[in-house]
């Protein structure tokens, strides 16, 4: 190794640096050091080239005893596409949609518990009230029923005046009351209606007739009757002229000229 250059290693020992040599140079910045104030004086008068890439600013650079870092260069190339990634974590929920149509009533929900009982004062006023209206309602039905023609028959009440009359005078007698002929649908009703004709010994005319269609009895509201206590044989349309209803006094039903006179009988 030629003494010169064995001196510039023993200069950069003592300042803990290392001075790059013509072979090094190239290597990254980072391992260019600073250089003394003789090495640079040195590499210049050797080799100016060489000494700019020790020290780019040699003049005055070399003075201060730095060799400061290079610029960065340009952005290389870039790579190429990396393989394809993993499947990403699922995205935040988006933003809720209009709100739909209204859907249909569910069904009624349970029962709810029993309510507390109300308040004593309104019910023992009730109660007073409806004692009051039980006698007069029972007061009401002694006086109606000492003229022997009244009848009470479960939610039926039948009249009669013991007038007699044809079934069109029978219908309008009772309509102008503000009841209708006696329609008896049970047979307590029917046992009620044949008491007054037993009473009155004549034979009524019932609120059933068969006049808009013959063989098919109807009640004065147009229903079909849901009841009936046809004596044996009838209803027979008799000469063909029997559209209307009396009753026996046995209570059994039998089909007859509307132009008879029969009692009349009402029932609300
Ligand atoms: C008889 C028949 C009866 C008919 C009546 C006419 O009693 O049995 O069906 O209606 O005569 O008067
Ligand atoms: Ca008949």
């Known amino acids: 190794m030629p003494e010169e250059e064995e001196e510039d290693d023993k200069e950069d020992e ?6 790059k040599k013509k072979e090094d140079v190239g290597v990254a910045k980072d391992d260019i050091g600073p ?3 003789a090495q ?4 210049e008068s050797k080799n100016v080239s060489f000494a700019k890439q020790i020290c780019p600013d040699s003049k005055s650079a070399c003075a201060k005893l730095t060799c400061p870092p290079g610029k960065d260069g340009l952005p290389g190339v870039n790579g190429l596409n990396g393989e394809k990634g993993d499947r990403g974590a699922p995205g935040l929920p988006g933003i809720a949609g209009p709100t739909g149509p209204q859907g249909e009533r569910g069904p009624a929900g349970p029962r709810g518990e029993k ?3 109300g308040n004593p004062v309104e019910i023992t ?5 409806l004692g009051t209206l039980e006698s007069k309602l029972e007061q009401y039905a002694k006086a109606l029923t000492f003229f022997k023609d009244i009848t009470i028959a479960g939610d039926k009440i039948y009249v009669t005046k013991g007038a007699q009359g044809n079934y069109k005078d029978g219908k309008a007698e009772c309509t102008n009351g503000r009841g209708q002929l006696a329609t008896p649908q049970n047979a307590l009703e029917n046992k009620a209606v044949q008491e007054i004709a037993a009473q009155y010994k004549v034979f009524p005319f019932l609120g ?3 006049i808009d269609t013959e063989g098919t009895f109807r009640y004065p509201d147009g229903k079909t009757i849901s009841y009936s206590n046809w004596a044996k044989g009838e209803p027979n349309n008799d000469k063909g002229v029997e559209d209307c209803v009396e009753m026996y006094f046995d209570g059994y039903w039998n089909d007859k000229n509307c132009d008879e006179k029969r009692l009349i009988i009402c029932e609300y």
């Open 208 to 210: 059933i007739t068969d």
């Open 40 to 43: 640079c004086a040195r590499y």
């Open 35 to 37: 250089c003394t104030l």
């Open 14 to 19: 003592t300042r803990g640096h290392r001075c």
């Open 115 to 117: 309510g507390e009982s």
């Open 125 to 129: 006023s009730l109660n007073r009230r």
